[in-house]
């Protein structure tokens, strides 16, 4: 018994040893830093100018419309901030041509009823054609389901104020509006396989009604009403959603064609609003009840169409390395907004965490007295609303060709062997609690270790799947590891993203506070390791040149 007691000994002493010369051997093939990681968290969590970027981008250079004079503004002041930090090669590069610019000079609206006038919680859709000065006109509810109902209402909506729709049910909110990751909702992202290869796909009936809505809009406005106002899919309690306007498409139009509002010309169009639901389900109600009701509103905008190119703002901190120096990791966040509120969760957070990773990083280096070995880059992306536009501008002019409105790439650039990793943010205010590896599997184990001096601060989970929508799709759809991180949800789809709620007090210091300061690890490890990041396979266009790199 005792022989067979050592001998159990001696096997749990055997394993315990292969365990940890397995782990030592990890660690010794995906170092970490820990003296620059201490450094990153005291300057990241202790001296943090994260909510002072997000102020100037909110609070003075806010709402950032693409195409817009504020942008413009923002973009120059983002300049003037990253050179002053001590990057080089700061600038605005040029994509293009976007289209008009658009700016809201003045607005007001109010309901009249043979009972008295109540004004309406609304605001304009950017690219929305202004009044000629104060204009009225009776409410019509349009409700159509097919082509034979919609072509009832042909020749009767002239002049007219077209609510577009019912009025919508309003369920009262009984659990939080805000919300935190928990160890489940972690653990089914972590569990979760590879992500579907295609991305997105739409049912027919959904394919259906999308074409048949962009049916409906097309046939008011060639119908010429004073205004159409609609209620949105979301939103209560005074938070409105709100985007583009809509514009007229040929029916032959494919799922992405056809004429945008932003083009130059404009395209024929008429005012458009996006109304608070409670006000809107209040018009429609006093329809229904047979008692007259008529909406007046002044809607003054300027079409900025002096220069129809857009700009992208890019920064760096050169490598040093000899051998390296000029391979990339690149951190970004798209720079535009919607118009309603002040683009802060929607993503001045996440531009002004990238801005601060950034300083954090100056910082580390000037202490380390040396430079990073490959080069750092940050991005601004603009257009990124009407569909990563400056991004995939961005990813065209230096790394890879491809054809329509993304990937598989044609062709590929000198740069496109150079490059290492982008790291992108646009989730909102939320913290960081991992990495979306988007079906990268050969970058787990070195994101586990650059995640492991973070478990405290709730950072841990590495999941397959992915988070689509936003830039790091632009750099993935030409083969290049591009990457989104896990957030914390906070009220993102419930309160801020594109409303007019998304404001400076709804971002959260420490959450922001926490992703500068991981991110800036993330990329100087990504600088300073040996080989760049690895790669998942490439799939080239049928059409591709062979041989370009």
Not at 70 to 96: F, P, Q, R
Not at 465 to 473: C, P, S, W, Y
């Amino acid at each position: 018994m005792k022989s067979n007691g050592r001998f159990r000994a001696y096997c749990s002493l055997f394993l315990t040893i292969v365990l940890v010369s397995t782990a030592a051997a990890q660690t010794a093939t995906e170092p970490v830093d820990e003296d620059v990681v201490a450094l990153i968290r005291q300057q990241g969590l202790e001296n943090s100018q994260v909510m002072d970027y997000l102020s100037w981008m909110t609070d003075v250079y806010g709402p950032r419309l693409t195409g817009s004079p504020m942008i413009d503004a923002a973009s120059d002041w983002a300049v003037e901030s990253l050179t002053e930090m001590g990057l080089v090669n700061v600038k605005k590069e040029a994509w293009g041509p976007f289209g008009a610019g658009w700016t809201l000079e003045h607005f007001n609206v109010e309901a009249k009823t043979p009972h008295g006038t109540f004004p309406l919680m609304a605001y304009p859709k950017a690219w929305s054609p202004g009044t000629e000065g104060h204009v009225s006109g009776e409410v019509v509810i349009l409700e159509a389901e097919n082509e034979e109902e919609l072509e009832a209402y042909r020749g009767k909506l002239e002049g007219k104020v077209v609510l577009m729709g019912d009025e919508r049910e309003v369920d009262e909110w009984f659990e939080p509006i805000a919300k935190r990751r928990d160890d489940s909702d972690l653990l089914d992202m972590a569990n979760a396989g590879s992500p579907d290869e295609g991305g997105r796909r739409y049912s027919e009936e959904a394919l259906r009604r999308y074409r048949f809505r962009r049916q409906v809009a097309s046939f008011v406005i060639g119908e010429k009403p004073a205004a159409i106002l609609d209620q949105g899919t979301k939103g209560d309690y005074g938070t409105i959603f709100v985007s583009g306007a809509n514009v007229a498409v040929p029916p032959d139009a494919g799922w992405r064609g056809g004429p945008s509002a932003y083009d130059i010309p404009a395209p024929p169009n008429v005012p458009q609003l996006a109304v608070a639901v409670e006000h809107y389900n209040r018009l429609v109600r006093i329809v229904e009840k047979g008692v007259p009701v008529s909406v007046n509103l002044h809607l003054r905008v300027a079409f900025n169409e002096e220069d129809p190119m857009e700009y992208n703002v890019t920064g760096e901190m050169a490598g040093t390395d000899p051998d390296v120096g000029d391979e990339l990791v690149i951190l970004g966040g798209h720079f535009d907004s919607w118009h309603a509120g002040t683009g802060a969760t929607d993503n001045a957070t996440g531009c002004a965490v990238m801005m601060e990773a950034m300083r954090i990083l100056k910082h580390v280096y000037a202490e380390k007295g040396t430079g990073p070995r490959r080069t750092i880059r940050i991005g601004l992306w603009t257009g990124e609303e009407q569909g990563l536009l400056g991004s995939r501008a961005y990813v065209r002019q230096h790394f890879a060709e491809f054809e329509g409105w993304s990937g598989p790439p044609t062709a590929l650039k000198p740069a496109h062997g150079k490059f290492s990793a982008y790291y992108n943010m646009d989730n909102g205010t939320g913290k960081i609690r991992g990495v979306y590896l988007q079906g990268n599997e050969k970058v787990a184990p070195i994101f586990r270790s650059w995640l492991k001096p973070f478990e405290d601060l709730g950072a841990s989970t590495l999941t397959l799947q992915n988070t689509g929508g936003t830039d790091h799709l632009a750099f993935d759809a030409v083969g290049l590891p591009g990457f989104q991180f896990i957030q914390e949800p906070i009220a993102y789809s419930t309160r801020t993203h594109h409303s007019n709620m998304d404001v400076f007090d709804h971002a959260i210091e420490d959450d922001l506070k926490q992703a500068a300061t991981i991110i800036a690890s993330f990329a100087y490890h990504t600088a300073e390791r040996d080989e760049k990041l690895p790669r998942k396979e490439l799939k080239m266009a049928e059409t591709a040149v062979v041989g370009t790199e």
